[in-house]
T-cell receptor, first 113, second 111 residues
Framework: KNQVEQSPQSLIILEGKNCTLQ??????????LRWYKQDTGRGPVSLTI?????NTKSNGRYTATLDADTKQSSLHITASQLSDSASYIC????????????FGSGTQLTVLP | KAGVTQTPRYLIKTRGQQVTLSCSPI?????VSWYQQTPGQGLQFLFE???????NKGNFPGRFSGRQFSNSRSEMNVSTLELGDSALYLC??????????FGPGTRLLVL
């Protein structure tokens, strides 16, 4: 079983609409949780980063939330634009000497005009 | 400031060959990490370097190796290529522990 599960696997929305992407994890403990946006054919770009103790972090139209009790994170995109079409990946970093990244499989978002 | 650069961008090899990929981090960054991305497995961590020392290694066979030079540039090598090694190989750099700035990747096709 993957330690980081993302849902939905794919999502299609109309331009201007809002959407929320989910990330459920079992990784524990972790140093931080990031949401990345990856355009087709490009490397991922960090959108938000949250430590274990943070509940929310915003970056423009992107707002990430973290619920450590339920081990869930979400990424909310407001007033979507065509350029938001991309894969969104949830990533957790484990601390200490075993420090490494565990990636979700991503949500493929398509924004239609 | 220039971003992370990776060379080559595209590469075609045949089974059994070896390949070396290069990554130049953002100026001033001393941490470099490597990842393999495939449609079936998604992104998987390969290894991480800081100041020429490998700090961490993912669950990949010994055919995958890497190194970092004194100027922080890094290379990864894959020997005895297999069809399943076809993937996008991504490099990321950072100042300290976090390597959050990704390059565009090298797309490797093994025939």
């Amino acid at each position: 079983k993957n330690q980081v599960e993302q849902s939905p696997q794919s999502l299609i929305i109309l331009e201007g609409k809002n959407c929320t992407l989910q990330c459920n994890y079992t990784v524990s403990p972790f140093s931080n949780l990031r949401w990345y946006k990856q355009d087709t054919g490009r490397g991922p770009v960090s959108l938000t980063i949250m430590t274990f103790s943070e509940n929310t972090k915003s970056n423009g139209r992107y707002t990430a939330t973290l619920d450590a009790d339920t081990k869930q994170s979400s990424l909310h995109i407001t007033a979507s634009q065509l350029s938001d079409s991309a894969s969104y990946i949830c990533v957790l970093r484990t601390p200490g000497s075993a420090r490494q990244l565990t990636f979700g499989s991503g949500t493929q978002l398509t924004v239609l005009p | 400031k220039a971003g992370v650069t990776q060379t080559p961008r595209y590469l075609i090899k045949t089974r059994g060959q070896q390949v070396t990929l290069s990554c130049s981090p953002i100026s001033g960054h001393r941490s470099v990490s490597w990842y393999q991305q495939t449609p079936g497995q998604g992104l998987q961590f390969l290894f991480e370097y800081f100041s020429e020392t490998q700090r961490n290694k993912g669950n990949f066979p010994g055919r995958f190796s890497g190194r970092q030079f004194s100027n922080s540039r890094s290379e990864m090598n894959v020997s005895t290529l297999e069809l399943g090694d076809s993937a996008l190989y991504l490099c990321a750099s950072g100042r300290g522990e976090e390597t959050q700035y990704f390059g565009p990747g090298t797309r490797l096709l093994v025939l």
